[in-house]
């Protein structure tokens, strides 16, 4: 299941194919987004902002496309004239003269006005995403301490998209281990130093995930990638402890760790 790195790259390639050209041609597949059709060609898309796993498309006229691919949907690029040969349903198609951006499976897609956008339901109960530059690990220090979070265990806090967004479980994961905390603990019960750690683990790993998953470092850097430590390495030994790391279930996703060092 795509986190947010993996979704904030996803855009990051659908801006990089038409962020600031025109738009030749726009299709969208639900009866409620027709009408939008001809009002988008000739418009720009200014940017592509990810909340969490959501994608907002923003326009040049003010309008948002509001997307969230949930299980099925995907985002794919091809070069405008050329299709795609795949079993998965158009839903929205956005073309400029030379490349095109389409979006297949999804079915929860809205367009907002700048008003709408303030007071949407899912964006309205999403935290802020741990991707944006703008978060630090004071605010998220805070959240941690927050009448609302302090006293929720990890294992169901760190998938709690209303926490941090695009958090998930691989990085809920490699977080817990980073810090050698347990699933079990609750920011309450957690020192100065012990809440230090993890509020900048809970930035710095999703960002380096974002930063360098799936490239290669070719002077062999110690630490400069991101790389699992425990996620699906269950019955391998730990690279800080050496002991066995295991896996359960937790909030009903695989959970592994170590409990040589996560106590």
Known sequence: MPEG??????????????KGKPLTDVWFAFPQLKPFEAQLVGQTVTHIETRGKALLTHFSHNLTLY???QLYGVWRVVNTGESLQTTRVLRVKLQTADKTILLYSAS??????????????FLQRVGPDVLDM??????VKARLLSPAFRNRQFSGLLLDQAFLAGLGNYLR???L???????QHKASQLNEAQLDALSHALLDIPRLSYNTR????DNKHHGALFRFK???RDGEPCERCGGVIKKTTLSSRPFYWCPGCQM
Do not use: C, K, Y
Request: charged fraction near 20%; avoid cysteine; aromatic fraction near 4%.
């Open 5 to 18: 790195p993996e979704i904030r790259r996803a855009a990051d390639s659908l801006e990089a194919a038409i």
């Open 214 to 217: 799936g490239m290669v470092d």
């Open 173 to 175: 994961v490699e977080i």
């Open 67 to 69: 997307s969230h691919n």
């Open 108 to 121: 929860d897609i809205e367009m907002l006005t700048p008003e709408q956008l303030l007071t949407h339901p």
């Open 230 to 232: 425990v996620f699906h």
């Open 134 to 139: 703008r978060l630090t690990a004071q605010d």
């Open 177 to 183: 281990w980073a810090v050698g905390l347990a699933a």
